[in-house]
Structure formats: C-alpha cells, structure tokens
C-alpha cells in the first residue's frame, strides 16, 4: 500500500507490512529527525478512529516509559487512513532474530520484566494491547526492549475484523471465539511470546505437523505447545511460563506485575541482579495511595487525561490482589488500603493492662532477638551469592510441573550392531524421547527425536558409543536424562 501525505513529513522507505496496517519511514522536518509512521490500511470507521485517536492520546502520556515506544503524534491523513507517529527504531528487532538463532535465557528474562512493566502500566490506565507478540516489541537504538502497537489491534476487533486484529499464534483460547477484555489474556500473549524467544518459533507450531490457522487453534485450545528442548533453560522459567500460559484463565498470574515478578524470581535463582520493575500508574486512587520503590519494583503514580471514548468502553477485568505484590490476597481491593481487623466473636474475654504489657514485654525481648540475628548473621552468610536481594524477601516459591520419570536404557548385540532399548515408567501417548549418542563410534553431534523406544548402531571394534534417553511430554517438562549406557564394539 503506498504511503500518505502527510504535512510535515517526507516518505522514506517502507519499513514493513502487517495484516492491518503498514510502516513507513519518513523525515519530519520540524524537529528534524527519522520517524517510523504506523498506517491503518483502508476500511475504520467513523467512530473506530476515533477510538483510536482517544487511545493515542492516552498512550502519548504514557509513552515515557522506558519500556514503551515514543508516541509523538497521531491523526488521519488525507484519504482517512488513522496514522501514529513514532520513535523510529532500526532493526533488527526480536521478531528477526528469534526465527535465526533463539535469543539466550538472560536476555528473555530482562525482555519479559520489562515489557511486563509496559503491559501493567496500559492496564492501570484502563487499556489492554491484546495483540502481544515478538513483532511488537521493537528495540531502540541502545538495545532497550520497547513495546508498541497499543490501541490498534483493539481498534481493529471492535469494528468486527477480528481476524486482522488477532495474531493467533500467541492468542490465548479465549480470545479465539470472543473478545475478552480481562488483562490476564495479556499475560498470556507475554508468556506465549517469550516462550517463542526461547524455542525458536511460536508455542504450538510442530516440525511434525501442519501449522495452518485451524490447526494452531485446536492445539491453543487444548494447551498442546510444543516441549522447551533446551538444556539451559532451568525447570522454574519453564513452569512460569506454561502457568501464565494456561488454557483456564484462572490458573494464570492475576496481572503483568505477578508475572514479572516471577521471572525476577528466575533470575535470582540463576544467580542474575533482578531487572527493575517500574509502573507508571495512571489509576484513578493512584495519587492517594502508597507504592513500592525498592530494589525490585518502582511504582510511579501519574496523572492521565481520559478521553470519554476509552472511559466509557469496558474496561479491563483484573482479579482483585495485594497492592505491594499485585498477588491474589483474601478480601484484598488492590487500592492499597489497611484490611480491618477481625469482629471479637461474642463471649470473647479482653485482656487485662497488665497481661498486655506482660506479653507486651515477651514480644519486645523476642523482636530485640532476632534484630540481633539478622545483624549478626551468620559465618558465611556475608557472600554475594547468598540469600535474597537487599532490600526483598526471599525468592518466591514455584511450584514445579510433574515430569516424567528418566528412561532405563539396556542394550543388546547381534554381531557388530548394538540394539540400544528403553523403558519408564506411567508411559502415555504422544510421549516423545531425546537421544543423545556419544562416543569414538558415532560421528552424530546433534541429539535425534523420536517416537521409536530402541535405537540400533553399528559399533567397530574397540570403539566406543554412549546414549542417553530424555522423555519429552506435551504440557510437562523434559525428564531429566537416563544414566548414560555404554558398549564397546567386539
């Protein structure tokens, strides 16, 4: 599609061409700078467009945040084609990169805290992207993940071409036969994209399979993604991932914020200095209230104008949690106010002044005590790899998903052909196996997948082969690899 004119601005090039609007360079000429210019195609509505100027401008306010791309101006150009205009960022951005080499495990984790900073922040000012995928997180030139694209798939849903505004290969289920305004379908598309950074294509395309749109979808709605087979990918960022990732919604983080906390949790357990989370929060009792500003997390509350047109659209639907950790909490509002204490239930007897300051007096001597331990510590605890971050509480708990049991791997010879057979226990269909051969007889570097439960080798006399087995079941991870089994050609 060619590019519009645009009054202030002069075309460049084409920077890329998406299912419903285009990228054009331009040069604009006051300031003078590059800017990339994010087209609609041809076919919004009235009053589409003008949800998506309202959208504009909420997100212009907000685009000050580092992990968020720069928004300088918005309008409709000549022929009525909606345009935003913005920092121009030169690839090669993730979307690239991805599909050539899968990004490393560091990176993944400080891109997935700092975009969840940037989803968590549009859900505070009343707005969901819906549209999370690697195409939309640009990189500046410094290197900084920035995420884009906000308003605009909505903009395209909410006039009825959902198949242009939904990218279905990171879709969560529910979105694939109704619009869902609930902000963990974002926390799904987040999970689903970094998911796709660390194997190298989206979550449920096969080598093995067709990966047409119905087909995708029949595996999104059963929760089929295809196994993580990356030995330095560690268990817990694998279960972050598959729960945020769940087919129930419910199941799933209650907010970006949770989600990035538990990826921060991953990297202190790699012993990695936690990316900072910082929300701008644009709520309405956002002034008013109190925020975390700490080692891990910066909440910045912030004045926002809303435009009636966002304001009076549904908003999104977030579960109620604690304010300092954004988690499920019992009776919490997330507004930051103090819980009541419990009723005295009837026939309850108060204590007396001097039993309080008795227990008053325990409770001081026991506070003094472990004041002393925590200053003291203990021989050895003063490392730099020991205990929490400064300033946080432990590491959060991840619950690990059950993986199958480690193959037992026997073998037997017919001549100079070695049959190398496997077995583990509760086996079930579709289970899928990792070998791995090593040795002076085998000249395989890369490991073989397989459905097969043996594998036979020609070894030459004197040299040596080596196997280990790894089980590889959809929705859990990998077992950990057999004891690796030998044979020795005769």
Request: glycine letters at 10%; aromatic letters at 4%.
């Amino acid at each position: 599609m060619h590019a519009p004119q645009i009054p202030g601005f002069t075309f460049v090039d084409l920077v890329g061409e998406g299912g419903f609007a285009d990228v054009f360079r331009y040069q604009q000429e006051l300031p003078t700078r590059q800017v990339a210019i994010k087209v609609l195609r041809s076919g919004s509505d009235a009053a589409s467009i003008e949800l998506f100027r309202a959208e504009a401008n909420v997100m212009a306010q907000l685009s000050n945040h580092p992990s968020i791309v720069p928004i300088y101006q918005a309008g409709v150009s000549s022929d009525g084609r909606a345009f935003l205009v913005m920092e121009f960022c030169p690839p090669p951005h993730v979307a690239q990169r991805y599909r050539t080499q899968p990004l490393g495990v560091g990176e993944v984790l400080d891109i997935g805290v700092k975009i969840a900073s940037a989803v968590e922040t549009a859900h505070r000012a009343g707005i969901l992207h819906r549209d999370i995928k690697p195409h939309n997180i640009l990189t500046s030139t410094f290197g900084v993940p920035l995420l884009t694209d906000f308003g605009i798939a909505s903009v395209v849903g909410e006039t009825g071409a959902g198949a242009q505004g939904l990218s279905i290969p990171w879709a969560p289920p529910e979105t694939l036969s109704a619009e869902s305004h609930d902000v963990r379908s974002d926390v799904y598309s987040l999970a689903a994209t970094l998911y796709s950074l660390l194997i190298g294509h989206p979550p449920f395309e096969r080598r093995d399979a067709p990966n047409d749109n119905a087909s995708l979808m029949t595996r999104i709605e059963r929760g089929q993604m295809t196994p993580l087979r990356r030995p330095d990918v560690p268990p817990s960022l694998v279960d972050v991932l598959r729960r945020a990732m769940s087919v129930e919604v419910d199941k799933r983080p209650v907010s970006a914020m949770v989600l990035g906390r538990q990826l921060q949790d991953v990297q202190i357990e790699l012993r990695q200095s936690p990316t900072r989370l910082e929300v701008m929060d644009a709520s309405p009792s956002a002034l008013g209230e109190e925020h975390p500003n700490d080692a891990r997390t910066l909440v910045r509350p912030v004045s926002v104008i809303i435009p009636a047109a966002v304001h009076d659209r549904p908003g999104p639907v977030q579960p109620a949690v604690e304010e300092h950790t954004r988690r499920p909490g019992d009776g919490a509002t997330g507004g930051g106010s103090l819980r009541r204490p419990p009723p005295q239930r009837s026939g309850e007897r108060t204590l007396g002044w001097a039993a309080r300051l008795g227990i008053g007096a325990v409770v001081l001597a026991l506070v003094g005590a472990v004041g002393y331990a925590l200053l003291a510590g203990k021989p050895g605890d003063e490392g730099p790899d020991k205990g929490p971050v400064r300033g946080e509480g432990p590491a959060d708990p991840v619950e690990v998903i059950d993986a199958p049991p480690a193959p037992v791997v026997t073998s037997d010879r017919k001549g100079a052909r070695w049959t190398f057979s496997w077995t583990y226990d509760d086996p079930r269909q579709g289970d899928e196996f990792k070998v791995r051969l090593t040795g002076g007889g085998v000249d395989q570097t890369e490991p073989e997948y397989t459905e097969a439960t043996s594998k036979t080798v020609t070894v030459a006399r004197g040299a040596t082969v080596c196997i280990q087995v790894s089980v590889l079941r959809e929705g859990a991870q990998s077992s950990a690899p057999s004891d690796q089994h030998c044979v020795v050609g005769r």
